[in-house]
């Protein structure tokens, strides 16, 4: 393990954009293209500590051969590309590091196809996931992927992006059947089928799912639907304890339950949640839950967690059964991350996102509170424990450069526990500028270098967001 | 759609085994080193109907270091290596179409280790689904993927297999975690890890399963277990028509009824069936389905299937609930290649494998029926309905040429007509040699060229199971 913080601050080096390349943009791209610094500098940031200058330019892509466009020219130039969405990347994915412009695909916001009958359906990359909602509402499916923050599924693919409702329907790499992308050449290329599986060949679907935008821009996505489910519940459960509420999700996995939610939020995230949303939850170590099926199957189910929480101390269930109520409680989680930061005015926050195998999940946690609580600093606590995934949000003030030494001191030290009980650095944020180093920890050089030689193959200029994931 | 069959026949293109090579692997392996004609008949051939001359000589590697080492002086000397397992594949995989070695891992058959708590389990490559189950049945977890051949988990993950229960536990893709892999230098890494997500850089993982020996030797793989099913029941439904039978299973599909299994037989192949068994179905279109789930589930599950079976003219269930008679029926479903191979003694079977979004099914399948039907050509018809997945095995007579041409005219028609659906030319078999035209067809040269460049990156000497999936 590497704990040399060399990764702390993102390296700067902005390659030069060619006034020729900016003249030729804008004559390609006319009002969609602009220089502005308010529009550039929105367009260099994202939820991440970091900053970097911002990009030269913005091309807000209305169609794939808009970016096909201006990729063809970037190349011609040597000049990077950053493929920008909503903004809502934790790692820094969307700083131009290395200078470039941004393709901005929030434009290209069509729904193109639901298949109903085949549970899919295929939008365009700027599409976000409650528009994908919205759209095939009339047809009794849903698109359950959900990150907290309403990202476009461009970016939640670019990510791997996961969320809540991991545990039962799995994350974007088991959901993404098919993409549109633009090569580094500017090329346009499909991958995979509306087919539910295929042997046929390598799977670059699922390459390009995660690759953070450095293999090429994804131009549609095609992606899988579910049912409905015919009952829903969602329940509240407080326990004495983090750990007792871990060792009760640990039960519930390891049974077999297919939950479909299991949040863990601690007894300060709580009061900072509460605080913020008006709510009067019980200000302890509680277990968000969500159950899906049949009206008997959920039953079941509810039944046998409440059998399991209870041998563990948890409280009796606080039912949530109407859309309103389950609306108002999964806002109050997702919103767990704008509570932390307002209760320290001014401050910003590093997010942890480690994820381990379920049997180790009680032993990584406690020891990283313990550790948190004894630096002092400030932190909400958030987690996807079904699956092993939970964050740490470290709020530091961006002025006292000791506090992101700590914050980044007990990252460090998570991530490198997580590696020893075999996890991972990133559940679900991805690489991006902070993780490099993780990176290699956690996969060895042998296979950093693979993914380097398939970086080297695909984009031979290293112009598709260069420096993100790794460094040539 | 390019019709023309210029894969008919594997290109055969054997390099050249120096005797110097040939030295120093008698020299590093002894006893784990043959050059008799019989072994290396043996590894130099598959299921697939092709036939090319053998490999020059067989590795029998007993560790990741047995394979690092053949691979290093295989590359030495820029000579071919193949990676066997227990020669299952369907496509070719195995033949030595440009000389080589051959690199048996039948014996690397340790199951390293049991994640009981964690639902997972690591094994040497050449492990069989059948001893993953054995080991882990105390456990009262099991592992679901079932290609009907008792495979290795090395050979499974290279094609990307999968079978009758992925509806419901899905394929090779999605249940692979980690691997273990000897790149085509010689060098050993590892990729992904045992946490359930993981957003850590390319996914090494998903490009290397289904790579079909093309990127690296695989040597180590961790896979997901689920604990085994409270209940259990199969069923038989018989049909008035092939489109009843399918009609049904859309539906089934469509509805979300989480079912385990449900598979095709047509009239013909339950004769074929009931004759090399010795069983007595009623030979109709049959449907062969699993629910699994507790108790309460399995009945719901049942009864909802059987109102839409109903429906659609299906006759009453006939349930199989004991171990026994389940595993009589799956043995008789697994066993129809064979059954169908003895149905015209000395032929040889090409095997179709395209795979469709669910509600093309009746479209693709049916129009393919009657074109089979027209042309004389014996066949039998089995799918695993519930993916869009189907397989005709069109029996031939080896020294019939005019045989052969017709069953190759039914397949490219066959996968042309799936990929006009939005299909796949191959759910689960692979490539291999056979289907190199149909995958530039499928995915467009743009998407072959992306995998052409991945293997010219990671393979430079084109060592690694060259001349399958693409030829360079």
Redesign the interface.
């Not at 009958?117 to 899919?120: F, S, V």
């Not at 990510?159 to 996961?162: F, Y």
């Not at 089928?193 to 670059?204: C, E, H, I, P, V």
């Given at each position: 393990m590497n704990t040399q913080a060399s990764h702390l601050v993102p390296v700067i080096q902005p390659r030069e954009v060619p006034a020729a390349l900016m003249d030729a943009l804008k004559n390609r791209f006319s009002e969609q293209y602009s220089t502005a610094l308010v529009v550039r500098e929105q367009h260099g940031r994202d939820e991440s500590s970091f900053e970097a200058p911002p990009p030269a330019a913005v091309v807000f892509a209305q169609s794939t051969q808009d970016v096909a466009d201006a990729v063809k020219l970037a190349s011609q130039f040597n000049v990077p590309v950053i493929p920008f969405g909503v903004g809502t990347s934790l790692e820094g994915h969307l700083l131009a590091v290395q200078g470039g412009i941004s393709i901005d695909v929030s434009r290209m916001n069509q729904v193109l196809s639901i298949?109903a009958?085949?549970?899919?359906v295929t939008v365009q990359a700027g599409v976000t996931r409650k528009q994908v909602n919205e759209a095939v509402k009339s047809t009794g499916l849903f698109f359950p992927i959900d990150p907290g923050a309403d990202a476009t599924l461009g970016g939640m693919s670019a990510?791997?992006?996961?969320g809540t409702n991991?545990v039962r329907y799995?994350?974007m790499?088991?959901n993404v059947l098919a993409l549109e992308v633009v090569?580094a050449s500017g090329?346009?290329?499909?991958?995979g089928?509306?087919?539910?599986?295929?042997?046929?060949?390598?799977?670059?679907t699922?390459?390009l799912?995660?690759?953070e935008g450095t293999?090429g821009v994804i131009t549609e996505v095609t992606v899988k639907l579910?049912?409905l489910p015919e009952a829903i519940s969602a329940a509240i459960c407080s326990f004495p304890s983090i750990e007792a509420a871990v060792r009760s999700t640990?039960q519930i996995?390891?049974?077999?339950i297919p939950i479909a939610r299991v949040e863990l939020i601690d007894g300060k995230t709580v009061r900072m949640v509460n605080a913020y949303a008006k709510l009067g939850l019980r200000e302890e170590p509680l277990l968000l839950m969500e159950f899906h099926g049949?009206p008997?199957?959920v039953k079941?189910q509810a039944e046998s967690v409440q059998e399991i929480a209870t041998e563990f101390g948890g409280n009796a269930f606080e039912w949530a059964t109407t859309p309103e109520e389950r609306t108002r409680l999964w806002t109050a989680r997702h919103n767990a991350y704008f509570a932390a930061i307002q209760s320290k005015p001014g401050c910003r926050a590093i997010s942890t996102?480690t994820?381990?195998?379920?049997?180790?999940l009680a032993d990584c946690l406690l020891d990283s509170v313990a550790e948190a609580d004894a630096s002092g600093i400030p932190y909400f606590l958030v987690g996807h424990v079904g699956?092993?995934?939970f964050h740490f949000g470290y709020l530091l003030d961006p002025s006292k450069p000791e506090e992101r030494e700590i914050a980044e001191k007990l990252n460090h030290s998570l991530v490198a526990r997580a590696l020893r009980l075999?996890?991972?650095?990133?559940?679900?944020?991805?690489?991006g500028l902070h993780?490099m180093d993780?990176?290699v920890s956690?996969?060895?050089n042998?296979?950093?270098d693979?993914?380097r030689?398939?970086k080297?193959?695909?984009d031979p200029k290293n112009i598709m967001n260069p420096g993100k994931?790794?460094t040539l």
């Open positions: 298949n009958e085949d549970l899919t990510t791997r992006a996961s991991a799995g994350t790499r088991e090569t090329e346009v290329i499909r991958t089928t509306r087919a539910k599986k295929s042997s046929a060949g390598y799977d670059l699922r390459l799912v995660g690759s293999l579910y049912p640990i996995i390891q049974l077999g049949s008997a199957s079941e996102d994820c381990v195998p379920i049997s180790r699956d092993g995934n075999e996890g991972t650095c990133t559940g679900e944020h991805g690489v993780k993780f990176l956690e996969t060895g042998g296979a950093v693979m993914m030689s398939i080297r193959a695909l994931i790794f």
